[in-house]
């Protein structure tokens, strides 16, 4: 019996079973892979517009094979949990910033260097050129796999809810909520603020209550977490660029067979770079559509700031702990640090 007439056979007996509409039926039912999706954002984020055309474009052309279903907002647990999910292969595939993936693959943390790149263009040389396939290699000896295209988050800002930032002095003694990664405790910590480690899934609550009164991220996810309700200044920092590895767990992918990996990879990759765009667009109407919903803006010059990183020591830290390889390759992009 062909795959095609088993389905519509099972799908007719399971629809005069349940009187369930056939079509829904048949590919939830016989979909031959069924994997999921995680990640920390929600359903409306360009990520997971994306990722959801994705994957309805791969269980189209893999006639139904192979069914992605997306959990968006953390709804399977936290990013440190589920990043232990997608290493045991309890989730197949997870979206995760590189700075908190560099919990287990400390190269990867590499892209979020204080005030490295200047702008998008160096961003996406770096990572879809050396750097990237640097970081990518590394990942591929966890039990992880990344996809070739880097997912946009953003040049992340800096909010509060008592003051705006102006220079490197406003943030000493700041109770900022940072994500889980020695990355960003170290930045802050280098300009004697005092960071939080709180996954994204707390992170409204943690401001609403005040545990912190700051937090750091792109305008995307300001918007989209509506922090700008429990925050009041935006201060544009733009102290380091973060994105989002598509990991899959090695042992689910290596589960596909060759041609419907090709047609997951070359799907994702094609999203991953549409989801740029949209990013970019998003972004551009972000800072109108804040101040009109009471958020403070102001510009900042990236001197102080760096200055104040230099002398903490944060570039020799972390040029000794990437080693010369990594440093090297990151600075083919961004010219000298430190
Ligand atoms: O947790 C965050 O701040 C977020 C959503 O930007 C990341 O995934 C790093």
Redesign the pocket.
């Known amino acids: 019996m062909t795959f095609t007439r088993r389905k519509l056979i099972q799908g007719t007996a399971i629809a005069a079973a349940t009187s369930i509409a056939p079509m829904k039926v048949v590919f939830g039912q016989t979909a031959e892979f069924s994997y999921k999706f995680a990640n920390?954002?929600p359903l409306t984020h360009p990520l997971n517009v994306r990722a959801k055309a994705a994957a309805d474009a791969i269980r189209n052309e893999t006639n139904g094979r192979l069914d992605i279903q997306i959990f968006p907002s953390n709804q399977l647990g936290s990013d440190t949990d589920t990043l232990s999910q997608v290493r045991s292969g309890g989730v197949e595939f997870f979206s995760l910033?590189g700075?908190?993936l560099s919990t287990l693959v400390p190269a990867a943390a590499i892209n979020g260097m204080g005030f490295a790149f200047p702008d998008y263009a160096a961003v996406w040389r770096a990572m879809d050129g050396d750097l990237g396939a640097y970081v990518r290699g590394q990942i591929a000896k966890s039990n992880l796999v990344a996809m070739d295209k880097i997912w946009d988050?953003g040049f992340r800002q800096t909010t509060t809810s008592n003051k705006p930032i102006n220079g490197a002095d406003d943030l000493r003694g700041l109770k900022i909520r940072v994500?889980v990664s020695p990355m960003w405790t170290s930045m802050f910590k280098a300009f004697e603020a005092s960071p939080a480690s709180i996954n994204?899934s707390e992170?409204y609550t943690a401001l609403q209550t005040k545990v912190v009164d700051a937090q750091e991220?792109p305008l995307s996810?300001v918007s989209l977490f509506k922090l700008n309700e429990v925050q009041k200044y935006c201060s544009l920092t733009n102290h380091m660029w973060?994105g989002f590895w598509f990991l899959a767990n090695r042992r689910a992918w290596e589960r596909l067979p060759a041609n419907l990996r090709e047609i997951v990879a070359k799907h994702l990759n094609a999203a991953a770079v549409l989801q740029r765009a949209d990013m970019a667009a998003l972004n551009g109407g972000l800072q109108q559509e804040l101040t009109s919903k009471g958020m403070v803006f102001n510009a900042t010059k990236p001197d102080s700031f760096r200055n104040k990183l230099r002398t903490a020591g944060y570039y020799q830290e972390w040029k000794a702990k990437f080693g010369e390889e990594a440093w090297a390759t990151l600075e083919k992009y961004t010219g000298k640090l430190g």
Request: zero cysteines.
């Open positions: 920390n954002v910033s700075l908190i988050n994500p994204a992170m991220n996810v973060d």
